[in-house]
């Protein structure tokens, strides 16, 4: 099956500067990747995913890119803000089907003011 | 927007005894899945289901059986509580087409005593 791993495992960042979370998988046949970002308490929500057929999407503040040679995928977030603060999980569909997801084991980013 | 429910928010049962917890969604997805959250593991597959009365084992379905009825809700069931299966459950669904994002429920903050 898929392995997804995910660098660093916590991260603490001053408030204004960049976050980079890196991803790395295993399965080739993957071609859907998610990331997701769960507050303390609270469900997973997506925030961003990209397909294999792009290299970069942006959404505001955070962006994601996909290198699909070295298998990997990374999460930025620019001018983090306090409500950044969170874990971050990303996933790749591997070679599953039925949307089933493997998942990284998430990283706890903190933003300090 | 896709509304994921999870009958209870915290549950407290006793070893041996038998628990369900129930999902129910409101888009008419055709994939539920109930994962399991530990501290520094991440997200892990229990079981999942892309039709009404199909079921498919995850990563770690020992333990855990499902009962897929109707198709907007997806039962976990533990047939004899162990002090292990302490945890919180995740319910989320999504779409039958492929590379398509899962929507979370809040969870079910089990313990087992």
């Known amino acids: 099956g898929e392995n997804v791993e995910q660098h660093p495992s916590t991260l603490s960042v001053q408030e204004g500067d960049s976050a980079v979370i890196k991803c790395t998988y295993s399965?080739?046949?993957?071609?859907?990747f998610p990331w997701y970002k769960q507050e303390l308490g609270k469900r997973p929500q997506l925030i961003i995913d990209i397909r294999s057929n792009v290299g970069e999407k942006k959404d505001q503040r955070i962006a994601v890119t996909l290198n699909k040679t070295a298998k990997h995928f990374s999460l930025h977030i620019t001018e983090t803000q306090p409500e950044d603060s969170a874990v971050y999980f990303c996933a790749a569909t591997g070679s599953y089907g039925n949307n089933r997801l493997a998942f990284g084991k998430g990283n706890q980013v903190v933003v300090i003011p | 927007d896709v509304k994921v429910t999870q009958s209870s928010r915290y549950l407290v049962k006793r070893t041996g005894e038998k628990v369900f917890l129930e999902c129910v969604q409101d888009m008419d997805h055709e994939n539920m899945f109930w994962y399991r959250q530990d501290p520094g593991l991440g997200l892990r597959l229990i079981y999942f289901?892309?039709?009404?009365?199909?079921?498919e084992k995850g990563d770690i379905p020992e333990g855990y059986s499902v009962s897929r009825e109707k198709k907007e809700r997806f039962s976990l069931i533990l047939e004899s509580a162990s002090t292990n299966q302490t945890s919180m459950y995740l319910c989320?669904?999504?779409?039958?087409?492929?590379?398509?994002?899962?929507?979370f429920g809040d969870g079910t903050r089990l313990s087992i005593l």
């Open positions: 989320a669904s999504s779409l039958y087409v492929n590379n398509q994002p899962q929507h």
């Open positions: 399965d080739s046949a993957s071609n859907y």
């Open positions: 289901s892309y039709d009404v009365k199909m079921k």
